[in-house]
């Protein structure tokens, strides 16, 4: 009898385990897709929009500063995000290299932490909170 209560209760616990384990990437899989919005910029000083769309690739619009526009591509991991730039208006908004960031998601309200990069301009822009565009 002890052996079957045993065998009953270690079945609960696995499935308690398996089924939390299942929610959790379930919550990954709706923060990663609500990072494909289009953003704009919190802050007084600058109109900056950026849209991140479903095929990993980005646009990010200066509307104060016609001359700067960047497109490129995204790579998540989590809560880590990789901007790479492809092409841009300018040196830097075509540089290359990757700048990685953790976001979190609250609302409507997006914060990028600096991990590494690079590109001042763009860890400047990206100090910042975003909301999303309901425009």
């Not at 209560?5 to 923060?31: R, T």
């Not at 919005?37 to 690739?57: F, G, Q, S």
């Amino acid at each position: 009898m002890l052996k079957k209560l045993n065998v009953i209760l270690g079945l609960v616990a696995l499935f308690l385990f398996v089924s939390c384990d299942d929610k959790k990437d379930d919550e990954i899989v709706v923060v990663q897709n609500e990072i494909f919005n289009t953003w704009k910029l919190v802050n007084p000083n600058a109109n900056v929009e950026l849209l991140v769309r479903p095929d990993y690739t980005f646009h990010v619009d200066v509307l104060l500063n016609e001359e700067i526009e960047v497109e490129g591509r995204i790579e998540l991991d989590q809560n880590k995000i990789s901007f790479i730039n492809i092409q841009g208006s300018d040196p830097m908004s075509s540089d290359p290299r990757p700048g990685v960031y953790y976001y979190e998601i609250k609302s409507d309200t997006i914060r990028f932490t600096l991990i590494n990069d690079p590109l001042e301009r763009r860890a400047g822009f990206l100090a910042s909170p975003w909301v999303k565009n309901v425009d």
